[in-house]
Structure formats: C-alpha cells, structure tokens
C-alpha cells in the first residue's frame, strides 16, 4: 500500500519511527506534502533522507496571505528536485477564515501555472461551510479552465458523491482518507464507490484524520491500511486488487 498524502514534519514520532512503522505496516511510498516556504524545504529533505518518501511542495489555502511572486518562485524552485513529484496542496478553504479570499485565489492559480510548467500533478485541497459547495464549485470551474493537461488529485476528497461523478468525468484522481471509515460518513462511501479504478488512491493526511480502530489518536502513515481495508469492503473489492490497484496508480501519477 502507499499513503498517498502525509504532513511527517507535524507528526509525533521522529521521522524513522513513522517510516519504520509504515514499512512494517507494508506502506512502500510516502508522499509528505509541505504547506508552505516554512515546511516545504523540510518535506524535501526528510524525501532524500529516506527511500520511501517523495515530496510535494506548495502553499496550503489556510496559509496563503501574503503569498508573492517570491513565494511562488521559491516553490518552483523545489520542483527541480529529484524527489519532488508533485505541486500543492493547494486550493481553495472557505470552511476556516484563516486566509482572505481573494489571497487563496491567487495562491491557486499560480500553484496551477507552476504545475503546469514543471509537469508535476497538482495536489487540491478543497472545504467549504456544512451545507454550502461554494469552494468546491469555484475549484472545479478554476481547474477546467486552468490546469488543462495536469494530473489532478482531490486529497482527502470530502465533496458529495457529485462531485466524484464530475471528477471521473475529467480523469481526475480521488484519495480518501480516515473520514471514509467513521459511521456518519455513508455520503462519503458513497463517492468512494464511484470513482474509476484507475483514479482511486488512498491517504492518512497524518497526524490528522486517523481512520476509525484509532480514532482519537494521532495519525501516521501506516494507519493508511486500515483505510484501505475499508475501501475494499465500500468498493466490494479485495484487499490486495485494491492494494495493487492503488500502488499502479500512485506510480502513473507521481512517477515514482
């Protein structure tokens, strides 16, 4: 299995604790995804530190005040390194009033536009106020008129089932994290059942999002397991179809 989608500079446990872990779980990849100039450098290095890990480099919506050409050129920047595999997470958060608007606007489209020259996929965040779908709606229409010809993949995909079936239609890739497993959420299972095979792909978003036998606690790479086991049981598929499934579309998307 691989996680898809992992902050290991804000988990508890020391770097070669997490991926010690993971590897013994059977996660062979990692992708760790910075958040902005503060984090990316560190995302970067804990890639070349181990075999596991690749990177993606970026400016989170909640983080993009400010954000500059110079902010956009020290990201571009990054992606010339080896393990640098993909852009973002970027997008746009209208659940938390972290970040203006029209600062998460600009953040996006320039992370789009790098994307773009660079040829690395495009990491989208997305969230928007219970019982509203306005970022996800503005995202959608941003990236159909933007980020044509870039591979795009919805992290911690949280819209309704909708929206996957828009996804699918513009071969976007979905990846579900631990939220897929809790009780409440059958909306979310079923846009996981969905999506194509070949654009499913699964996360931790570690330390955040752990998956329903540990929730409560922190989360970590090799929890991306038990979300995966879930997967299957929603998408009536066995554990190790899926598994492989997954590995072959993380190695088409990031390269690695």
């Keep these: 299995m691989v996680d898809t989608h992992a902050h290991l500079g804000l988990c508890e446990p020391?770097?070669?604790?997490?991926i010690a872990a993971a590897r013994e779980a059977g996660v062979r990849r990692?992708?760790?995804?910075?958040?902005?100039e503060d984090s990316n450098?560190?995302?970067v290095e804990l890639a070349e530190k181990h075999e596991e890990?690749?990177?993606?480099?970026?400016?989170?919506?909640?983080?993009?005040?400010?954000?500059?050409?110079?902010?956009?050129?020290a990201i571009e920047e990054l992606c010339a390194e080896q393990k640098v595999v993909a852009v973002g997470e970027t997008g746009l958060d209208f659940y938390r009033d972290r970040a203006d608007a029209e600062d998460q606007r600009r953040a996006f489209a320039a992370q789009i536009a790098i994307a773009r020259r660079t040829r690395k996929p495009l990491v989208i965040h997305l969230?928007?106020?219970?019982?509203?779908?306005?970022?996800?709606t503005e995202a959608f229409a941003t990236l159909e008129a933007e980020a044509d010809g870039t591979d795009v993949i919805l992290h911690c995909f949280s819209a309704a089932p909708s929206w996957a079936e828009r996804a699918a239609e513009r071969d976007w890739y979905c990846s579900f994290a631990g939220n897929l497993t809790y009780p409440k959420s059958d909306a979310l299972r079923e846009a996981a059942r969905i999506v194509p095979d070949e654009r499913i792909l699964t996360e931790t978003d570690s330390p955040f999002l752990a998956p329903?036998?540990?929730r409560g606690k922190p989360n970590e790479p090799a929890n991306v397991v038990a979300t995966a086991e879930?997967?299957?049981?929603?998408?009536?598929?066995?554990?190790?179809?899926?598994?492989?499934?997954?590995?072959?579309?993380?190695?088409?998307?990031?390269?690695?």
């Design 53 to 73: 890990v690749y990177a993606s480099v970026g400016r989170h919506p909640n983080g993009s005040t400010g954000f500059d050409q110079a902010a956009a050129e």
């Design 127 to 136: 969230r928007d106020p219970d019982g509203t779908e306005d970022a996800v």
């Design 41 to 43: 450098p560190g995302a």
């Design 212 to 214: 329903q036998p540990v």
């Design 30 to 36: 990692v992708l760790t995804v910075g958040l902005g």
């Design 230 to 256: 879930r997967l299957a049981e929603v998408r009536g598929t066995d554990y190790e179809k899926l598994e492989r499934q997954i590995e072959a579309n993380a190695a088409r998307v990031f390269g690695w």
């Design 14 to 18: 020391d770097d070669s604790a997490l």
